[in-house]
């Protein structure tokens, strides 16, 4: 099985790592960047940490994955503010999405994967 790629395709700025960023109900920081190879394709991936401590509900945290997408070209590039930018097709098929959490949440110890 491989993965159909669509005909998007998107400058993606690489955040920095390990930096808190503040949200509405609470923050999070994105850890480890990484890329997995499922099936014949690499995917460019974050694992974070969420800290929900300003909520009226309660609170907690979780750790999860990010997707950004299928990487088309890695770090082809910088920005003003010295980050790498990489070409990546966003992962539109449900049966890609699939394959790609199933990947990840057998390497990581996450509760969530998240798709741009």
């Keep these: 099985m491989g993965f159909e790629m669509n005909d998007e395709t998107i400058d993606y700025t690489h955040p920095k790592l390990n930096e808190t960023v503040v949200?509405?109900?609470g923050n999070y920081i994105l850890t480890h960047e990484?890329?997995?190879n499922v099936n014949g394709r690499d995917?460019?991936?974050?694992?974070?940490?969420?800290?929900?401590?300003?909520?009226?509900?309660?609170?907690?945290?979780?750790?999860?994955?990010?997707?950004?997408g299928f990487i088309?070209?890695?770090k082809k590039e910088k920005t003003k503010e010295?980050?790498?930018?990489?070409?990546?097709?966003p992962v539109k098929k449900d049966d890609d999405r699939k394959s790609i959490e199933s990947g990840i949440m057998k390497m990581e110890m996450v509760y969530q994967v998240n798709f741009l």
Excluded: Q
Excluded at 82 to 88: A, G, Q
């Design 72 to 74: 088309v070209e890695w």
């Design 23 to 25: 949200a509405i109900g």
């Design 43 to 68: 995917v460019l991936y974050y694992r974070g940490v969420a800290v929900f401590d300003t909520t009226c509900c309660g609170a907690g945290g979780c750790s999860y994955a990010y997707v950004p």
């Design 34 to 36: 990484k890329r997995l």
């Design 82 to 89: 010295n980050l790498d930018v990489s070409r990546i097709a």
